[in-house]
């Protein structure tokens, strides 16, 4: 196991951690994204060049994204 | 209850685990197998794309309509009793938030908007040689139609009415995939099997199937997410139209 | 005709993508036609599959890929009687639901009917493949188009929050599923049955095969609702569209039994085999804990199509019980009471749905009297109620009693009494509704609009007649239902299919070696129909019209009666009652303590 | 050290579920849920990880030389198709919650169960 992918994991772990503890969405959104850059990160460690491009597009573009417009949508309402 | 519960199932879990092989020797044979046969068998060069849209392809049959059911449902959900004087309205709010962009950041917008449609369509056609293949392209492409937004020509977008189209074309891609198995069911008994020339490997053409199966997965993937996308904004918009009133 | 394996898929996933993508440019009626023809036509092709299989199962490479150097490189289906036979049910479910909704709905657009196609794709193909991820990959699908077809009608705060903690429960499970293949595709490099089972029995289960079984097994145990994953299921149920709570009560809760018996005898039962007794002590423990606790939550409901997910909730407790004696004829019981308790069960929520239609409400205490001028629905609700309580000669009566003797016969005798106990309290409560909806019988409550009361959204506008198509479907579900039982040699046929099901090494002997016949295994046992059988199941059934006299008129009992229940029975059952909080973050506690425990008895017990 | 991966794993999975318990608003929640699915894409890759291996792309290496199993990344690619999917499924179920009685929160969500 490389230092390399040491690193990225316990990135990762760590990510994970603050996913789950950053209880405002907004902000939370924001960690999605770098979770997903985290998780890309690894793959790219793991040899996995193709799972790395997908988890970019979805978890730091597309989901973020759909969340922005829901979290929009509730926070919009409740001004 | 939960802190205990929780903890059991990490220490069962994990002892399990540590009875995987060590991290960073694989065994195989399965992973093997298809390397060493892949380039030979399916003239692809991208192990992944082939067994994705090939040797494992029923798998991916079901998990592109997993997202064909999944943009169905949010449609089904989202745009319920949806009726036109209302869609009218969002749109003039649509109009006067397009106003609101900078010319600066509009320019940029379009200027990304076609290279990343271009680039998407790259990743498509070449999944088979390199990393990508129609999912990841498709994600791209659709990203072209969210920098459109982005410049505030998404009226443009709204007035084409693009939504019976996208869901058009997201089922064409959904259909079109099982029509490609159903071309190798009828050609020779088997759902699936290749039936286009394999050609030369390291070229866009080559890989029979792989290549119109990727297309029509880009298809499906790139309408699905603007569909999605779309749906989301509509409510927005649904908001900022009843702040104006 | 091999070609037949991937229709059952193929075709109702191309239509549904027509019929969504065409949706705005198809007149109403064409929609439900070719929904209803292509789901007929799915039924009679799993029909002729489930013939065709009998001697050995069909089995077929996607893409051509048959296995290399003994390594399966593709996907297979592997079409099995049980499985074929499940599939075919599942189509015909569908078909029915999509005549019940033509008049059901106000304005159904093709998307309701791309749905219904796509979950029908997904649960038969679900029933015939081969390969671990191919299952995960179906049961995704089903849970998705499941979890959109459950919102499908959202109008109040009841279905949503039903829709919700079903997809938050169901989409854990689909993880767990997901660790579990990985830990066993890294020890074995293979995603086939076959040849996961191969080299899974090739050394004593140790602990990563234990928890990559426990694993699966959950998962698949939460689809099935087993106790206590099962809280998802009637907020789910009380929610859902009618014609969608038919196929989610009739075949999908069924189908997580079904894996659940499909990934143990492919890959684990050799593996497991030094430690059967204790495998079949827990798995039946969890069947019969199932059962109770399923029964006696059926029987305090008084919304109709809760009461019915809940006596759904207890009969997949005497499902898991009857495969848990791992015999085949217990097997074959549980095969028999799945197809009839699906036939039943889908007609009686048929009969609720038409109830909603006329009445707006399912709540049992609005209804009381109403439905007297309802001859029809009153016959098919009563015939119901005794079917479920096991009358003969309805199949649920025979899939009882083959569960019952296979028991017998391993000192599982008390598992009996649990059955007909169960049997008693679901029937009970069906009969007791029948007798105050349709009979008027008992005192009318105080307080008609209850809690629930309000909480049913009407689906469709009233009118004064039940119409045809709403009818037909409930009728014709019943009547399979009765003559299942009647049709001659199905409990020995079962036996055998259950028997091959059973035998591992000869299913992979078939899957990678092309084996020419599967030989059943294990030991066959008389099946019946016999006399014990038929006593039982008029025993449990006359139980169930007693209790259900019973509870009608609790308010004549004595005095005494009265008091001993509400100092004993009551708060117990409260508290049990308070545990279905409707609040999602408990269900999921509830799912990691299951885990848990399940995980602490298997690793106790299998050491 | 060759057991890291294997408490990652078992670590993201107990984390995300936490948070679907401790969660006060559904689209937290329903991030949670990403989580806990991360685990499982480290846990197949890092199953199918080789020593000193390529990745499983044969333009410019020769099919001899040794790559990780593409098997396992396949797999994966699934899995995050799924995820994207549910997650926009489960959202939009949100979005009615807040629409229809003006609340994410759980609590008042059973509150308003009655």
Same mark, same amino acid.
């Given at each position: ?9 316990? +990135? ?43 988890? +970019? ?16 949508? +509730? ?5 | ?82 009726? !036109? ?9 649509? !109009? ?150 | ?8 898929? /193929? ?62 490189? %593709? ?8 499985? /074929? ?215 305090? $409901?008084? #919304? ?27 097997? /074959? ?7 009839? #308790? ?21 709540? @049992? ?50 598992? *009996? ?11 009970? /409560? ?25 909480? @049913? ?8 007649? *039940? ?13 399979? %239902? ?38 059943? *295994? ?10 014990? $059988? ?74 | ?31 949670? =849920? ?9 846990? =197949? ?31 994966? =690619? ?14 939009? =179920? ?21």
């Amino acid at each position: 196991m490389t230092v390399l992918q040491m690193a990225a994991l316990t +990135i990762v772990a760590l990510g994970g951690l603050a996913m789950v503890a950053t209880r405002d969405p907004v902000r939370q959104t924001l960690m999605m994204s770098l979770y997903g850059l985290a998780l890309a990160a690894l793959f790219f460690a793991f040899q996995a060049p193709d799972v790395a491009l997908s988890e +970019i597009v979805v978890g730091s573009v597309v989901l973020p994204l759909i969340l922005l417009l829901t979290l929009a949508k +509730i926070r919009g309402e409740a001004r | 209850m939960f802190y205990m519960s929780a903890l059991a199932f990490a220490a069962f879990f994990v002892w399990g685990m540590l009875r995987l092989p060590a991290f960073g020797y694989y065994q195989g044979p399965y992973g093997d197998v298809i390397n060493s046969f892949v380039v030979f068998e399916r003239h692809a060069t991208d192990a992944v794309t082939a067994i994705n849209f090939d040797y494992r392809g029923v798998d991916t049959v079901g998990e592109e309509f997993i997202l064909f059911a999944s943009v169905t449902g949010v449609a089904l959900l989202l745009r319920e009793r949806r009726d !036109e004087s209302a869609s009218e309205e969002r749109a003039r709010v649509a !109009e006067g938030r397009a106003g609101q962009t900078s010319s600066g950041v509009k320019v940029l917008a379009l200027a990304v908007a076609a290279p990343s449609a271009l680039y998407g369509w790259y990743i498509v056609s070449h999944g088979q040689l390199s990393p990508g293949g129609g999912f990841q392209g498709g994600v791209i492409m659709a990203s072209a139609a969210i920098f459109l937004y982005v410049s505030g020509e998404y009226l443009a977008l709204r007035h084409m009415n693009p939504i019976s189209l996208l869901e058009l074309a997201d089922a064409a891609g959904a259909g079109g995939y099982v029509v490609v198995g159903l071309a190798g069911l009828i050609a020779s008994g088997t759902f699936l099997l290749n039936v286009l020339p394999l050609g030369t490997t390291g070229e866009v053409d080559s890989s029979g199937t792989i290549l119109a199966i990727s297309i029509a997965v880009g298809l499906e993937v790139a309408a699905a997410f603007v569909l999605l996308m779309m749906e989301f904004l509509e409510q927005t918009l649904e908001i900022r139209q009843r702040r104006r009133v | 005709m091999d070609v037949l394996v991937p229709l059952p898929f /193929a075709v109702p996933l191309l239509v549904a993508a027509l019929l969504i993508g065409l949706q705005s440019h198809l007149p109403h009626w064409l929609n439900d036609l070719i929904a209803v023809a292509t789901a007929a036509t799915v039924c009679g092709i799993c029909c002729v599959l489930l013939f065709m299989s009998t001697k050995r199962p069909l089995v077929y490479w996607f893409g051509g890929w048959v296995p290399h150097q003994d390594v399966a490189i %593709g996907v297979s289906f592997a079409v099995a009687p049980l499985g /074929a036979g499940l599939a075919s049910m599942v189509a015909l479910m569908v078909a029915a639901a999509l005549v019940f909704s033509i008049k059901y709905f106000d304005a159904v657009g093709s998307m309701y009917h791309g749905l219904m196609l796509i979950f029908l794709a997904a649960m038969s193909a679900f029933c015939l493949t081969a390969d671990l991820f191919n299952l995960l990959v179906w049961f995704e699908l089903m849970s998705a188009t499941a979890y959109a077809l459950t919102a499908y009608r959202i109008e109040e705060k009841g279905p949503l929050q039903g829709a919700l903690n079903f997809a938050i429960v169901n989409t854990i499970g689909g993880y767990l599923i997901f660790s579990g293949l990985g830990l066993i595709y890294a020890r074995t490099g293979a995603l086939n049955f076959a040849q996961i089972g191969r080299a899974v029995s090739s050394q004593p289960a140790d602990s990563l095969v234990v928890v990559a079984f426990v694993l699966m097994a959950v998962g698949f145990l939460i689809k099935a609702s087993v106790v206590p994953f099962h809280f998802w299921l009637a907020d789910a149920h009380a929610v859902a569209p009618t014609p969608v709570c038919v196929l989610f009560s009739g075949v999908m809760v069924e189908l997580g039994v079904y894996a659940v018996a499909r990934i143990y005898w492919s890959m684990f039962a050799t593996a497991f085999n030094p430690h059967e007794v204790s495998v079949r002590a827990i798995l039946v423990g969890a069947g019969a804990v199932t059962a109770i606790i399923g029964g006696v939550f059926c029987l305090s $409901q008084t #919304h109709l199509k809760r009461l019915l997910a809940f006596s759904t909730i207890s009969h997949v407790g005497m499902f898991v019980s009857g495969f848990a004696l791992l015999t085949p004829l217990g097997l /074959a019981g549980s095969a028999v009471y799945v197809l009839g #308790h699906g036939m039943v069960k889908a007609s009686l929520f048929l009969c609720a749905g038409i109830l909603l239609h006329r009445f707006q409400t399912v709540n @049992e205490a609005q209804l009381h009297g109403r439905g007297r001028d309802m001859l029809p629905t009153a016959i098919l609700f009563f015939a119901g109620g005794l079917a479920l309580g096991g009358l003969p000669p309805f199949g649920t009566y025979l899939g009882k009693g083959m569960i019952e003797d296979a028991a017998v016969s391993h000192s599982y005798a008390w598992l *009996t009494a649990i059955l007909i106990l169960a049997s008693m309290f679901t029937g009970g /409560a069906v009969l007791r509704a029948g007798a105050r909806v349709f009979l008027g019988l008992g005192e009318p409550d105080e307080d008609p609009a209850g809690a629930e009361g309000k909480e @049913e959204q009407p689906e469709s506008r009233p009118t004064g007649r *039940t119409p045809v198509v709403m009818m037909a479907p409930a009728c014709v579900l019943m009547g399979l %239902g009765l003559a299942m039982g009647l049709v001659p040699g199905i409990a020995p046929r079962t036996e055998v299919a259950a028997a091959q099901f059973m035998n591992q090494a000869g299913y992979s002997q078939v899957v990678l070696d092309n084996a020419p016949t599967l030989q059943p *295994t294990g030991e066959i046992e008389p099946a019946g129909p016999n006399p014990f $059988q038929i006593a039982s199941g008029f025993g449990a059934a006359a139980g169930a019209v007693l209790l259900a006299f019973a509870a009608v008129y609790r308010q004549r009992a004595p005095r005494a009666v009265c008091c001993w229940a509400a100092t004993w029975l009551e708060p117990p059952l409260q508290r049990l009652r308070a545990l279905q909080s409707g609040d999602v973050r408990d269900y999921v506690t509830w799912l990691v303590f299951g885990t848990a425990g399940l995980g602490a008895a298997f690793a106790f017990l299998l050491r | 050290m060759s057991i890291y991966p294997w408490f990652v794993v078992a670590w993201l999975f107990v984390v995300g579920l936490w948070g679907v318990i401790s969660s006060r608003h559904l689209v937290h929640q329903i991030l949670c =849920l990403a989580v806990i699915q991360s685990s499982t894409y480290v846990l =197949l890759l890092a199953i199918g990880y080789k020593n000193a291996a390529a990745a499983p792309v044969f333009a410019t290496n020769p099919p001899t030389v040794p790559a990780v199993d593409p098997v396992v990344q396949t797999l994966t =690619l699934t899995d995050i198709v799924i995820e994207a999917t549910v997650i926009g499924l489960l959202l939009s =179920l949100a979005v009615q919650a807040w629409k229809r009685f003006g609340t994410v929160d759980p609590d008042r969500l059973r509150a308003l169960r009655g």
